[in-house]
């Protein structure tokens, strides 16, 4: 089977792989929980009695120190979770860039145990009430098992699948059996404090400690009956958390408005996507040491890579998250403070995504050229092409050689312009591009920001912050420099 991008035959997926896609989706479970912990509910004092509601029923050496983190939290809401927001986010960050994984791996490893101890009081798991509907035993718990089952040992045990890689395929099954067994034994002892009705009582508790032993047990059938057993685990497990957690609460809407938790949660959002943009996107794609290579060759070789492809969709989904996040504060603020951060965060990313080798669209040097044809070359690019100068130093970076300017007059005058002032240099041309580019995406948005404080003021913040911080629209135009923001200014 060839691969679609580069034509070549494709290699089989290995153990090493899908481990590496596992660690991604760790960091994106991260990241999620990051975004959560920026909510603006989570910087008032409520946050603190959830907390706090984690000691009930456990022993006195367990509930106590959970209770003591909860007064510090509620003494200073604000800046404790800043801090536990922030240490989730950096290992997201962590987990996707290589260089990092291990260190980042241990932290997290480290962080969780922390959070299943003083976060969930254990998961309940000491509690008379401890059910695996309604969360043991803790989530905490299983992110530290997946930072060990994870790691990127350089002398791995041979194994079929990724989790056994690490520790050896008969330690990662006992652990799957553990765990699963021990799930269905708290079906039962903790059905009465179920939150579904029909597992309190009859026949429920015993179906599910039914369920959870078939799934303990077929992780030691062959091949296609483990497949079975991990589609069964899922499943259980995806019931367990809609029908009795509520999907882990994170459609609860608990956002309040307490008073600096949004303006702090729209800084927190601002530094995110500068770091997600600079970390996942631009250190690795950079424009300073690619810009001697042809756009066709960076493309194919970049996107032909798995690890790359999933590094993006976890840059965008990420950035995604943290856009809706952001939104959601803008809509909670007012004043001078975050009309400086919204207008820093903007500037900021547009700033890094300068510096991104435009490896998605070889769009800006064709607008180059035809700037050039026009500027430099006093000729017309609406009749003739890159072809005509095959001696221009941008020759080589078109993708349309034998293409006129798909575009009208008043963009060949500005295009002109810029080439004539940006020279010879690869570097600046794709810079002054950019920034003409990025230029006009700020014009747009300052004129719906005047346009809405006229209209309606509560919607200003807000709707500046949709144009000038959604992330396609700094991706594609100053990432990629394409020119369609100059169409949208008009």
Request: charged share 10%; net charge positive; glycine share 12%.
């Amino acid at each position: 089977m060839n691969d679609p991008v580069t034509g070549s035959p494709s290699r089989p997926r290995t153990a090493r792989d899908v481990r590496r896609w596992l660690q991604l989706s760790l960091a994106a479970l991260w990241l999620l929980d990051a975004v959560l912990q920026f909510q603006p509910f989570m910087f008032s004092t409520g946050f603190a009695r959830m907390l706090g509601s984690a000691a009930s029923g456990n022993p006195a050496v367990i509930a106590g120190p959970v209770t003591w983190v909860a007064h510090l939290t509620g003494q200073h809401p604000v800046a404790a979770n800043a801090v536990f927001g922030t240490v989730q986010l950096l290992l997201a960050l962590g987990i996707a860039w290589r260089p990092a994984v291990r260190i980042a791996l241990a932290c997290s490893a480290g962080w969780a145990l922390g959070v299943w101890w003083l976060g969930e009081g254990l998961g309940g798991l000491l509690t008379p009430t401890a059910s695996p509907v309604t969360g043991a035993p803790g989530a905490a718990v299983l992110y530290a098992l997946l930072a060990v089952l994870l790691w990127p040992t350089g002398r791995s045990h041979a194994a079929s699948f990724a989790a056994g890689r690490t520790l050896g395929p008969a330690a990662a099954r006992t652990i799957w059996v553990l765990l699963w067994f021990g799930l269905a034994w708290f079906a039962v002892a903790g059905a009465p404090a179920a939150g579904v009705p029909a597992l309190r009582s009859g026949p429920g508790p015993l179906v599910l400690a039914a369920v959870c032993c078939l799934v303990a047990a077929g992780i030691l059938l062959p091949a296609p009956g483990v497949r079975g057993t991990v589609v069964l685990a899922a499943v259980t497990a995806l019931a367990m958390w809609a029908a009795g957690q509520d999907f882990g609460g994170i459609v609860t809407g608990m956002g309040t408005d307490p008073g600096t938790g949004p303006l702090l949660a729209l800084l927190a959002v601002s530094l995110a996507s500068f770091l997600i943009y600079w970390l996942l996107l631009v250190r690795p794609v950079n424009l300073l040491a690619l810009f001697g290579r042809g756009r066709v060759e960076n493309t194919y070789s970049y996107w032909a890579r798995p690890a790359f492809r999933h590094q993006m969709w976890l840059v965008f989904g990420a950035q995604g998250l943290l856009y809706w996040l952001g939104w959601q504060a803008a809509r909670r603020v007012r004043g001078k403070a975050a009309w400086l951060i919204v207008t820093g965060m903007a500037v900021a990313c547009g700033a890094v995504l300068l510096f991104l080798y435009p490896f998605d669209a070889a769009d800006i040097f064709d607008n180059i050229v035809h700037g050039r044809i026009l500027g430099m070359y006093a000729a017309n690019p609406f009749w003739q092409t890159g072809a005509n100068f095959p001696h221009d130093p941008f020759y080589r970076y078109m993708a349309w050689k034998t293409t006129p300017s798909a575009y009208g007059p008043l963009w060949e005058v500005l295009a002109a312009g810029v080439a004539r002032l940006a020279g010879d240099g690869v570097i600046a041309n794709v810079l002054a591009f950019k920034l003409l580019a990025g230029a006009f995406l700020a014009g747009s948005g300052l004129l719906a920001a005047l346009i809405l404080r006229k209209a309606a003021p509560q919607r200003a913040l807000p709707g500046f912050y949709i144009l000038v911080c959604n992330p396609l629209a700094l991706y594609e135009t100053l990432g990629n420099g394409h020119n369609d923001a100059v169409v949208i200014f008009w």
